[in-house]
């Protein structure tokens, strides 16, 4: 950023040292160091809205494109209207029939009903018996 090299910040301190002088030195440093921070503070807000402006700008060029390849994609690929529904299109439901493809001649895969699973039920857990104390031969 700045090339401020050691011996002109060691003539800058001399300087400071000696028309401030060392009394007043750390309230100056820490005034200095104040408005540097400030400084710095605004240069932030002001880099992070120009940054916000850019983004918003690419955003806006990019939707175009977005919509511009849109347009080109719907002119080449027109929708197509849907067929009206009819009562032959509803397919009826499928019975099980076996296939023997020796017979038929086709390599073509069959589907078949899916089986029904059950899960084999879960282990009932039998609480071991308590131990039952001895008897005593005392009565009361």
Do not use: C
């Not at 300087?15 to 440093?29: E, Q, S």
């Amino acid at each position: 950023m700045f090339d401020i090299a050691p011996s002109e910040f060691l003539l800058v301190a001399i300087v400071a040292l000696v028309f401030i002088g060392p009394k007043d030195l750390p309230r100056a440093m820490h005034f200095v160091g104040k408005w540097v921070g400030k400084a710095r503070g605004v240069a932030r807000q002001f880099r992070s809205g120009i940054d916000s402006m850019v983004r918003e700008a690419e955003l806006a060029e990019l939707e175009k494109q977005w919509a511009a390849e849109n347009e080109r994609i719907m002119r080449q690929y027109p929708p197509q209207p849907l067929a009206a529904p009819e009562a032959h299109a509803v397919p009826a439901v499928l019975e099980h029939q076996p296939h023997d493809p020796v017979i038929h001649g086709d390599d073509v895969p069959v589907m078949t009903p899916k089986p029904d699973i059950h899960p084999e039920p879960a282990p009932v857990e039998v609480a071991a018996p308590k131990p039952v104390p001895p008897a005593s031969d005392e009565q009361p």
